[in-house]
């Protein structure tokens, strides 16, 4: 996609570079209070994926659905869930986003239908479907989007999911992040094909396959396959190329690969592209400087806050184990 | 009161809340057109159509998961495995999913969903088709645990469980589905974590649930004509279990025998076993015994697949050995 030529495409691109901006800010916080042993489990960052998240969950309405992965704070801050009470939820706090009881991988915000983290590799594909199936079911009119990476293209669920999907024309989008490592597994080691969109015709559905460096064009090609869902023409896989600049996760030293190769993905950096179009689009350096500080002031606010937050009470170890009949 | 078989009590059942809310819907392989491979369903897509009575692939992983989706938005799935043997391709989202959402989502997102189909052995259809999960769902907390024998149970407890806001595994033996029962008139439910006494006795209780009464009732029948009283308790519900039920019964009769179709090892009975000793201990007057399916895979042969489950004869003997 070329540079943005006019003043609102200039603004629109501005307001892309912000939320991933802020993405990246808060996973760079969230891998210091990681190391800092604050936050435990697991805890995959998305540094280097953010155009893709950003681009896709622009193209969407209110109405319709996001499914995540295990490698969910980019996408649940490009949905516009709230900084500090994801970082809650990385401390364990009872003011995270689900109370402390999900931590990195399971965030969930009902009210922006922020579907859930889940952190069986590909096992929520099926879910997307099923929530996809209600808007068919309803007639709601929404679209449920799903993220995965390449590796959950060889998991059962993925296959069932697309058939389904398929079969009953739900409006599904299936985006494949593919960064080329499924852990510490080479795509080339894993898959069968160089391409998983190429799926797709196993199931005569639509598909799509872009790199994922540039914001812009990501929510283009996500936005005609959602309108495709939409229009009740049933789900479209798509492949978005994309690179993690971290390991699988922050326990991960990445030894499987070179840093000449990680150098040459840096080079590809979706912020510092979104950057230096907006500033050749005449946006002055000195403000994008001060809207970082903005958004580093706010990242160090929700570090705050989740510090300053108390532990979930003792009492809520059993609290929602069941939900109650009401 | 009107007798039915089980089959039709669940199909009356299903039939009911589906009448009364939209939401509803039932999945699952032959449903539908076939009217359900042990034809619960019968008649139900003629009276509901296509979009509320859906057929499936041959995709447990996959429709499971479309069910949790489903029900993560406010609709109520009751989808159907042929047989329970088929669950465990789809056990992930059962367990990782259904199970767990309500709680990983600090309860944003209940999973109204009932999980149904024919578990149990029978009719010699050998080791990977008759088999008893109920011990495996039973352990996972966030999961409800149901399996009755009567189908006057089957219907209120299979309407309770549509209405409960949680995942429910409705286990149904396949060979009951034929089996008649006076079911009453009009609506009833049956609350969950409720037992029934099915036979009042004096001197042993007898643990049991869904097709091993099968077994259990004639014994106790014919050991009353020797003279020795035997109550029955029928658990129905697995998890939440009927505790004070359990330990009444214990309380009276001061003897216990477990009868599961199961397997031995981390059964469920073990549990029961456990709860007894730790909470009625002093009303003991001999150890707990359980009598199970052997640990073996489910032979084909006739006679071996006979002997591996639980019967008369060993019910009767096991009594006799412990009321003497």
């Known amino acids: ?326 | 009161m009107a007798v039915l078989t089980y089959r039709e009590a669940l199909n009356r059942a299903m039939t009911e809340e589906m009448e009364k809310d939209p939401n509803i819907f039932l999945m699952g392989e032959e449903v539908g057109h076939y009217e359900g491979a042990y034809k619960v369903s019968q008649g139900m897509l003629a009276k509901f159509g296509e979009k509320r009575v859906i057929d499936t692939p041959i995709s447990e992983n996959g429709f499971a998961g479309v069910g949790i989706g489903a029900a993560m938005v406010g609709l109520r799935p009751i989808i159907e495995f042929m047989t329970w043997n088929f669950s465990l391709v789809a056990i992930d989202q059962i367990i990782n999913s259904a199970a767990k959402m309500n709680y990983m989502s600090a309860g944003q997102f209940p999973i109204p969903i009932v999980f149904r189909g024919a578990g149990g052995a029978g009719g010699r259809l050998a080791a990977q088709h008759s088999q008893s999960f109920e011990s495996w769902y039973a352990h996972i907390p966030g999961l409800k645990v149901l399996a009755p024998y009567t189908p006057s149970d089957a219907y209120g407890l299979l309407k309770t469980s549509i209405r409960d806001n949680n995942p429910t595994i409705f286990i149904e033996s396949e060979v009951l589905y034929g089996s008649k029962g006076e079911v009453p008139e009009g609506e009833f439910l049956i609350p969950m974590g409720k037992s029934d006494i099915k036979r009042e006795g004096t001197q042993l209780t007898i643990v049991s649930w869904s097709r091993a009464l099968m077994y259990v009732l004639p014994a106790a029948e014919k050991l009353a004509k020797e003279g020795i009283s035997v109550e029955v308790l029928d658990l129905r519900s697995i998890r939440p279990l009927d505790e004070e039920g359990i330990l009444a019964s214990v309380r009276k009769t001061n003897k216990v025998l477990i009868v599961e179709e199961g397997w031995n090892v981390a059964g469920f009975g073990a549990q029961v076993a456990y709860l007894i000793q730790k909470e009625a201990f002093d009303y003991l007057d001999a150890p707990i015994e359980r009598i199970t399916q052997e640990d073996v895979p489910m032979p084909y042969a006739a006679n071996l697949e006979k002997s591996s489950l639980p019967s008369e004869e060993k019910i009767i003997k096991k009594v006799r050995e412990m009321i003497k």
Request: with cysteine.
């Open chain 1, 1 to 326: 996609m070329s540079q943005p030529k006019t003043k609102k495409e200039t603004e629109d691109l501005l307001e892309l570079y912000r939320q991933m901006l802020l993405i990246r800010r808060f996973e760079e916080a969230s891998a210091k209070a990681y190391s800092m042993g604050k936050i435990g489990g697991f805890c995959h960052l998305y540094i280097g994926q953010e155009a893709v998240g950003v681009g896709a969950i622009s193209a969407l309405e209110e109405k319709d659905y996001i499914v995540s992965t295990y490698r969910d704070h980019g996408h649940a801050l490009a949905r516009g869930l709230e900084p500090k009470s994801l970082m809650a939820e990385l401390y364990g706090k009872k003011t995270g986003i689900v109370s402390g009881n999900g931590g990195s991988m399971h965030f969930f915000d009902k009210k922006k239908h922020f579907m859930g983290g889940h952190g069986i590799v590909g096992g929520h594909i099926s879910l997307a479907a099923g929530i996809a199936y209600a808007s068919k079911y309803r007639e709601d009119g929404a679209v449920t989007l799903c993220f995965f990476g390449e590796g959950a293209a060889n998991i059962g669920s993925f296959h069932e999911g697309m058939n389904l999907a398929a079969i009953w024309k739900l409006p599904l989008v299936m985006i494949c992040e593919n960064n080329h490592y499924a852990m510490g597994t080479p795509e080339y080691r894993a898959l069968s094909v160089k391409d998983v969109s190429v799926r797709a015709a196993a199931y005569d559905i639509a598909r799509d396959h872009i790199e994922g460096d540039e914001v812009r064009k990501v929510r283009e090609h996500v936005k005609v396959a959602v309108e495709r869902a939409r229009r009740g023409e049933g789900p479209t896989l798509m492949e978005i190329s994309t690179y993690r600049f971290r390991g699988h996760s922050m326990s991960d030293p990445a030894k499987y690969r070179t840093k000449e190769e990680l150098e040459k993905y840096k080079q590809g950096d979706p912020l510092i592209k979104a950057e230096k179009d907006l500033v050749s689009a005449g946006w002055a350096q000195e403000e994008l400087a001060k809207m970082d500080e903005i958004i580093l002031k706010t990242v160090e606010e929700s570090v705050d806050f989740a510090e300053k937050s108390e532990e979930p009470p003792l009492g809520w170890l059993y609290k929602h184990v069941y939900a109650e009949n009401v």
